[in-house]
């Protein structure tokens, strides 16, 4: 299995190394590779630090190959929001946490990045 990097050109401490895994068939809207290394921009538009609405944002607009991000995501009038029915856990691998926890959009990324993992519930398993 292999990894995708998504590059983002700038200094390392421009950027905050997440590493994103899907599962429950999410993967097949990300080219078919259930985990991808993200180089997430550390500041987001506005200056505040980098945070899950901005990685989901990326991941919809720069990762997701396939053209049905409905499978992934709702956009509403705030950007985009996770569908009902995934999982979202955040945190260092074996210790991740639900995302419901801490704070779910506005969850902020520490410096030395994270492990999100996404999973479908609806994948008929």
């Known amino acids: 299995m292999t990894t995708a990097t ?3 050109t700038a ?3 421009d950027v905050v190394p997440i590493e994103v895994e899907f599962g429950g068939g999410l993967e097949i ?3 078919n590779q259930s985990k991808h290394n993200i180089a997430l921009p550390a500041k987001n538009k506005d200056g505040s630090p980098a945070n899950m609405k901005a990685l989901v944002t990326h991941l919809c607009e720069n990762t997701m190959t396939d053209h049905r991000k409905e499978l992934f995501v709702l956009k509403g009038d ?3 929001e996770v569908r009902p029915g995934i999982i979202v856990l955040i945190g260092p691998p074996l210790d991740e946490s639900d995302w419901e926890l801490e ?3 506005e969850y902020e990324f520490p410096v030395k990045g994270d492990r999100v993992v996404f ?3 609806l994948h008929g398993g």
């Open 29 to 31: 809207l990300f080219s």
């Open 6 to 8: 998504s590059v983002v």
């Open 78 to 80: 705030d950007g985009y």
């Open 119 to 121: 999973i479908s519930t």
């Open 11 to 13: 200094n390392s401490e």
């Open 103 to 105: 704070g779910e959009m």
